[in-house]
């Protein structure tokens, strides 16, 4: 059985891991916050005090950070600061499941290749709720040989796993994913708010709508307007889920991208703005169905 390296116990790294546990594999953790890699040495595993402490000797390292920057710091080094791609084996398999730039993966793709290291970016679609249960989708870049040694870890978290194509591709494919859904969130929040502006009830609309050509993944599982479904962020005061900081960072991620490719983004360009301005008015930290209130009526 696998001894697995993880390293980033957030929010999704922390339900990740517990999976990986459940399945029977030993498991190495290690995070900047004592108290994640406590919860997760409650559970079974064994903590580490450094990041090349985890890694070294184990056969597969995952990583779940937050952003493109703290993943080439953790495997190429930071100044003094040894890398991941220094002390693991040559047949170690790495997995980065963070949502980064498509350059920062191949980057550490290639060095790792240096070695002989197979690196894949696998990162995820599915929020905390499909952390914790074990269904995330995966969306892996790099080769094939790679992918397939992948196939028994990613199992034991998630229920969908795809292979996008070479190093970097499963980060582009991700961000087209987010940048369309932060332009169905906003497009179902305006229909939505306009429907009730008319005397509508929002759950009959979005029942319509559901059915109808105008139906989408935020109307069946993640309505944004309070009230109309249970157990979803908007009817616990936007609460826990996928915060408006990440879908910036995402929507700046897809907007470089567009960049780098000349690609025309108009809807995407403009979901960015709405929500970073969203996040400047104070709501960074809250689900980002709460857009759905710029297009409220301000309660007196
Ligand atoms: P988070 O901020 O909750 O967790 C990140 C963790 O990484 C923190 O515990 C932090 O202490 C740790 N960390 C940072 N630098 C480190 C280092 N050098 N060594 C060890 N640990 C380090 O973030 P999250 O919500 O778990 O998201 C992680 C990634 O997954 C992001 O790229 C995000 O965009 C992506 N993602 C998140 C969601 C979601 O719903 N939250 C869904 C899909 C993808």
């Not at 990986?20 to 997760?40: E, I, N, S, W, Y």
């Not at 790099?142 to 190093?167: C, T, W, Y």
């Not at 915060?243 to 108009?266: C, F, H, I, R, Y």
Request: aromatic share 4%; with cysteine; glycine share 12%.
């Amino acid at each position: 059985m696998s001894t697995v390296a993880f390293i980033g116990l957030g929010n999704m790294g922390g339900p990740m891991a517990a999976n990986l546990l459940k399945a029977g594999m030993t498991v190495r953790v290690f995070d900047l916050v004592p108290a994640a890699m406590q919860a997760l040495a409650d559970q079974g595993a064994l903590v580490s005090s450094t990041a090349c402490g985890a890694a070294a000797g184990a056969n597969v390292v995952i990583t779940m950070l937050p952003a493109g920057k703290h993943v080439r710091n953790l495997y190429l080094g930071n100044g003094s600061e040894k890398g991941l791609l220094e002390v693991v084996a040559g047949d170690t398999l790495l997995i980065d499941c963070s949502t980064i730039d498509a350059q920062s993966a191949q980057l550490v793709a290639a060095e790792a290749a240096k070695s002989g290291i197979e690196f894949i970016d696998a990162p995820v679609s599915g929020g905390t709720a499909g952390a914790a249960a074990g269904t995330l989708t995966f969306i892996c870049g790099g080769s094939d040989i790679a992918f397939e040694r992948a196939q028994p870890v990613l199992n034991a978290m998630g229920k969908n796993i795809f292979h996008a194509g070479g190093a970097g591709a499963g980060q582009v494919a991700k961000i087209c994913n987010n940048m369309l859904l932060s332009v169905l969130m906003v497009g179902t929040s305006e229909a939505l708010q306009m429907g009730i502006d008319h005397g509508l009830d929002p759950k009959v609309l979005s029942d319509i709508m559901k059915v109808s050509s105008g139906g989408n993944w935020t109307l069946e599982k993640y309505n944004p307007c309070p009230g109309v479904m249970e157990n979803v962020p908007s009817s616990k005061g936007y609460q826990g889920g996928f915060m408006v900081d990440l879908m910036v960072k995402d929507l700046g991620l897809s907007q470089e991208a567009a960049l780098l490719s000349n690609s025309s983004t108009p809807m995407g360009s403009l979901a960015r703005s709405l929500y970073v301005n969203h996040a400047r008015q104070g709501n960074g930290r809250r689900d980002f169905s709460s857009i759905f209130e710029q297009f409220a009526p301000l309660k007196k």
